[in-house]
């Protein structure tokens, strides 16, 4: 099985920060693509930020130039940087990652349970 567990949500004051952890562990032989999505009450999950295996990164519009996707491979965990956070940024965060649990089986994707990020104004 693969875990991945996220934190470092909370509650922050528009203007203000938050860096988002998520650390996967279990049976891990590869890890591929990794990113973080959000679910604000009411609207679909979307797609925040993504990063390769070599660092490639993407970013939703909403974000760009505010956010800030990461990661260790060494630790196999992924960040999300958040700075100049808006009241419209409150949501659920959630992590992905594409993982490959042995050579013999293909990659599969698996979520976190999600971290809550509020943003007062």
């Known amino acids: 099985q693969v875990q991945l567990v996220e934190s470092g949500g909370g509650l922050v004051q528009a203007g203000g920060s938050l860096r988002l952890s998520c650390a996967a562990s279990?049976?891990?032989?590869?890890?591929?693509?990794m990113s973080w999505s959000r679910q604000a009450p009411g609207k679909q999950r979307e797609l925040v930020a993504g990063i390769t295996t070599g660092g490639t990164t993407n970013y939703a519009d909403s974000v760009k130039g505010r956010f800030t996707i990461s990661r260790d491979n060494v630790k196999n965990t992924v960040y999300l940087q958040m700075n100049s956070l808006k009241p419209e940024d409150t949501a659920v965060y959630y992590c992905?990652?594409?993982?490959?649990?042995?050579?013999?089986?293909?990659?599969?994707?698996?979520w976190g349970q999600g971290t809550q990020v509020t943003v007062s104004s």
């Open positions: 992905n990652a594409n993982v490959q649990r042995s050579a013999l089986v293909r990659a599969a994707n698996y």
């Open positions: 279990g049976s891990i032989f590869k890890i591929n693509a």
